[in-house]
């Protein structure tokens, strides 16, 4: 069901679709009136015309009328004027496919493909803290006070180890909360954080420094490079919400219940599992397990093995990913290998053939692009210009217009042929036959009026009609004599005589 709001609008539809846009308060109403009456508009799902011949030129001409103009093609305002202009009832993406497959728009694939990224995450607890500083906005009355909350989650166990509140984030949060870290759970081997200010400064370089801990910026702009922490944030205004507080002293309050809101979460957080399962993980343990239980989880872990031991369809592209990586002397760590293993199963095997071309060609140019990364990328342009050309050579199989003029040209020719014979043409054949002289031409033209006579026959229902049409189409030849009409009239009536093996004449509709 559908709403939209127009003001002029006074018919209800029955059929009706709705769309009412429930994110937030200020705009829950916009489909309904000043009486809270939905407004409801006719569902045109399933009603869109046929493309014919005479749709797709007018398409292109309009398209390169567009283009001719100057004017950019935006395929949802280009599909609106010309529904409007010319009576159509296209969609975006027919009128899309039109323009792709006549080479007046580019083709583009949304195809989902598994990517390839190095990843930080590791099973050794405090080996890598990922720290972040995020802001947290608390109302009390009508005063907004706002706060960073810097906060240091372990890699490898999600353990939310430390955090700080702060007005700004400073180099000193940063290293109040690293200090925090390292007081309660000991030293990491490194912290994994953005490119900001606070993070590059000399002071947290040097306590990075003293303490022996290893930096590893995640870069600018990739908040996926520091997902543990972009993660807990997540879940913790999730679970916070909006904080608003009815009070008079303002920050200092703010501050307290703030910190007293943190603290419950990390508290409670560290108690849970981090994957959706029943209870905790002690409680998960010690839940009891029938026999009965036991034996078909065996079974799966049997079917499972025989099923690993089962020919892999993929072999072949793993085996071009390890020839990869010996012939370059890649080192790959071990979850990076297995990540690429596994991204590497939705690419085409030619297009992993054709970027190994394209990778030794671009290590030979500059050493530094001998990765796994760097050979993930290129393999990700190919394969999306091989789905772009895919999806243009079926927009052209189907809506091609000099293709489309070509089909409609061979089935007018295949109808004419397959029309039933005309009386004007037997009747030519006729005068052929009568008239010419050489034998082998003269027998194929007899031959020529007994099949299509044969023909005529078949399609109608009364014979009396034919004979009458015959008999006027030999008279208007008005060049003939009497005695070359009686011949043609004659050689044509035997014809007529003869009835069908397995019918009569005269056929019963």
């Known amino acids: 069901m559908r709403f939209f709001r127009n003001e002029s609008q006074t018919v209800r539809e029955t059929a009706w679709v709705l769309r009412v846009p429930v994110g937030t308060i200020g705009t829950w109403n916009q489909g309904f009136d000043e009486q809270m009456n939905p407004f409801q508009v006719v569902d045109r799902r399933g009603k869109s015309g046929k493309v014919t011949l005479e749709v797709v030129r007018q398409v292109v001409d309009n398209a390169k009328e567009f283009k001719a103009q100057g004017k950019r093609l935006r395929i949802q305002k280009f599909t609106s004027y010309l529904n ?3 009576q ?3 969609g975006r993406k027919t009128i899309a496919d039109i323009l792709i497959a006549n080479d007046l728009y580019k083709a583009e694939t949304r195809k989902k493909r598994p990517r390839f990224y190095r990843s930080l995450c590791r099973r050794i607890p405090n080996g890598l803290l990922s720290l972040d500083g995020s802001e947290l906005v608390v109302r009390i009355n009508n005063a907004v006070e706002k706060f960073i909350v810097e906060l240091g989650v372990d890699v490898g166990s999600f353990c ?3 955090f700080g509140i702060h007005r700004t984030e400073t180099a000193e949060a940063v290293i109040e909360a690293l200090e925090t870290h390292r007081r309660q759970w000991g030293v990491p081997l ?4 953005d490119h900001g200010t606070a993070n590059l400064s000399d002071d947290v370089a040097q306590y990075l420094k003293d303490h022996g801990i ?3 910026p995640a870069g600018p702009a990739n908040p996926k490079g520091n997902g543990t922490d972009e993660g807990a944030f997540s879940l913790m205004k999730r679970t916070f919400g909006e904080i608003r507080i ?3 002293s303002p920050e200092a309050l703010a501050k307290s219940v703030l910190e007293k809101l943190v603290s419950v979460y990390v508290t409670m957080r560290n108690q849970m599992a981090l994957h959706r399962s029943v209870g905790s993980p002690t409680a998960h343990m010690k839940a009891p397990v029938t026999d009965t239980q036991r034996q078909e989880e065996r079974q799966r872990l049997v079917e499972h093995r025989r099923a690993k031991n089962a ?8 085996d071009r990913l390890d020839w990869i990586i010996r012939s370059h002397n890649l080192h790959p760590e071990q979850t990076e290998l297995e990540h690429a293993r596994r991204s590497i199963r939705g690419y085409d095997m030619q297009v992993i053939v054709k970027t190994e071309d394209a990778f030794l060609k671009a290590v030979n140019r500059d050493a530094r692009r001998k990765n796994l990364s760097y050979f993930f990328g290129i393999l990700k342009n190919i394969q999306r210009d091989m789905d772009n050309d895919r999806y243009q050579l079926y927009c052209r199989e189907r809506y091609n217009y000099q293709h489309m003029l070509e089909v409609q040209k061979h089935q007018d020719q295949k109808e004419v042929l397959e029309a039933p014979p005309k009386i004007e043409i037997i009747v030519e054949m006729a005068l052929k036959a009568v008239t010419e002289k050489a034998r082998n031409i003269k027998g194929l033209a007899e031959r020529r009026v007994r099949q299509w006579t044969r023909e005529l026959l078949e399609q109608v229902r009364y014979e009396g009609p034919v004979r009458n049409k015959i008999k006027d189409a030999i008279g208007s030849l008005s060049h003939l004599d009497g005695k070359q009409k009686e011949q043609i009239w004659g050689l044509i009536e035997q014809f007529l005589n003869q009835k069908p093996e397995a019918e009569s004449v005269t056929l019963v509709s």
């Open 84 to 86: 409007e202009k010319l």
């Open 88 to 90: 159509l009832n296209l």
């Open 160 to 162: 939310h180890t430390s």
């Open 190 to 193: 490194g912290v994994v954080f």
């Open 214 to 216: 290893e930096p590893v």
């Open 246 to 248: 009815d009070a008079s």
């Open 311 to 318: 020919p892999d369809a993929n072999q072949p592209k793993y």
